[in-house]
């Protein structure tokens, strides 16, 4: 199920909820108002900013402990 963001038109509350199909009432949990606005969400990516490449950096993250390299090690090929 999609998770979406809504703003409750009584009461300005934003929140989230997990609903079935984007039709489907939901119920602020503020004020108990069933007119609320879906709002389009923004998702964030790794290393993305303004100016630069976007290509995510991944040089932050560290790898999955055991892994031992592209495919768990199982292709031979070591970092």
Known sequence: MPIYEYRCESCAERFEELVRRPEDTVACPQ???TEAERLL???AGIG???GTSSAPDYSRMSPPRGAG???GGA???MH
């Open 31 to 33: 004020c108990g108002g």
């Open 41 to 43: 969400s923004v998702f």
């Open 69 to 71: 390299g592209c495919c």
């Open 48 to 50: 993305a900013s303004s």
């Open 75 to 77: 292709c031979g090929h």
